[in-house]
């Protein structure tokens, strides 16, 4: 038997860098929004949904072997052009990027989970329903419902996150072979040959997102 | 029987209040000084540190009745002061004032504890060794250690930080007399009944700054 990691071993646990990176970018994201928060009730629904995505993170570290700054070093960095490309001018813009933005990250390893060679799940049991975006969807709704002028506002902020967000995917999927061996599994488990990988892969992502948005009451 | 809180209630009420509002500070800090961390590694260390914070919170408010908002109240505001006082220059200057500043008042809280009327062990119990501490002290040895010169410059900004912390003590026992209560209790229970209330609590206080700083590597 080789010590060499196999196949298997690579693909989740390159799957886990990428949601354990997610998942920490979501913890700075809301934790930031916590900080600046408009009331300390706000503040600490937040603060726990960040604590959630820790949690999420946490769950996916022990899947694989290794300490989570080594599973995590080959996406270091790798938010860092959606960053800058997306830089908030107001505290709810800066909540919605959080819930657009890495909720397309979290749905694409969700996706992709779906080619795993051992199944999804174990991966699924560790992420869950991902109640992080429930709790700062839920905020968002209000605030929305509240305001027809920053409502407007947000739609049109929602659109330009989502498009640098599903931008991200075919530079994740090119600068990491496993995960565009997990995409090409996963749209052959979904029975979906006829698609190439990522206009599925995106498609799939362009959908959920429009549920996303609904669910806070913008137009998508 | 009253259908009236009883002291007993308030005092835990009013302590749990401060100190889970202290754990939010805690954890909002820690959190901040995660996103810009200078690498990945510490970057995590100080998001999972942040969600120990969290962690002691949600045990902290287990131990009474009401929402998270609800209990913490009182205190919302309390650290307005003592933040706008100690704006951090530097990276390492905003986690020191996390570790000096939230340890002063974590300190302060489980003093109090000693003076709760069904004693401290539940109230111990919750916050259990604050490892919060030690994962934000070694980031800061390490660093002191490795630059003399931030280590003067972060000596220096310890006194200037503790003496804003200290500040604090008098106005949160004056302006929240079930505090003012636990204080006496706290110091009777030490059987120092020589000193008066606050000088015995800022020396205590002083104290395990000293121990703190000295963890760090740091002249107090």
């Known amino acids: 038997m080789s010590q060499q990691p196999s196949t298997s071993d690579t693909a989740l646990t390159t799957l886990v860098g990428l949601a354990a990176?997610?998942?920490?970018?979501?913890?700075?994201?809301?934790?930031?929004?916590?900080?600046?928060?408009?009331?300390?009730?706000?503040?600490?629904?937040?603060?726990?949904?960040?604590?959630e995505a820790l949690g999420r993170q946490q769950r996916l570290l022990h899947l694989v072997d290794?300490?989570?700054?080594?599973?995590?070093?080959?996406?270091?960095?790798?938010?860092?052009?959606?960053?800058?490309?997306?830089?908030?001018?107001?505290?709810?813009e800066g909540l919605l990027k959080g819930v657009v933005g890495l909720g397309v990250a979290q749905d694409l390893c969700?996706?992709?989970?779906?080619?795993?060679?051992?199944?999804?799940?174990?991966?699924?049991?560790?992420?869950?329903?991902?109640?992080?975006?429930d709790a700062a969807t839920a905020v968002l709704a209000e605030a929305a419902s509240a305001d027809a002028v920053l409502a407007a506002r947000l739609a049109l902020w929602g659109r330009r996150v989502v498009g640098e967000a599903l931008g991200l995917v075919p530079v994740l999927l090119a600068a990491h072979p496993p995960l565009a061996a997990l995409g090409a599994a996963a749209r052959e488990a979904a029975a979906e040959q006829g698609a190439s990988v990522q206009p599925w892969l995106?498609?799939?992502?362009?959908?959920?997102?429009?549920?996303r948005m609904d669910r806070i009451g913008l137009a998508a």
Chains 1, 2 share one sequence.
Not at 29 to 49: I, K, N, V
Not at 202 to 211: F, G, K, Q, Y
């Open 110 to 133: 969700r996706e992709l989970s779906q080619g795993l060679p051992g199944g999804a799940d174990a991966y699924r049991g560790a992420v869950g329903d991902l109640p992080m975006r």
């Open 21 to 51: 990176y997610t998942e920490l970018a979501a913890f700075g994201l809301l934790a930031s929004r916590s900080a600046d928060a408009p009331d300390l009730a706000t503040r600490q629904t937040l603060a726990t949904a960040a604590g």
């Open 202 to 211: 995106v498609s799939r992502l362009t959908a959920e997102h429009t549920r």
């Open 66 to 92: 290794g300490g989570a700054a080594a599973v995590m070093a080959p996406f270091d960095g790798a938010l860092a052009d959606f960053d800058a490309r997306t830089s908030p001018s107001s505290w709810a």
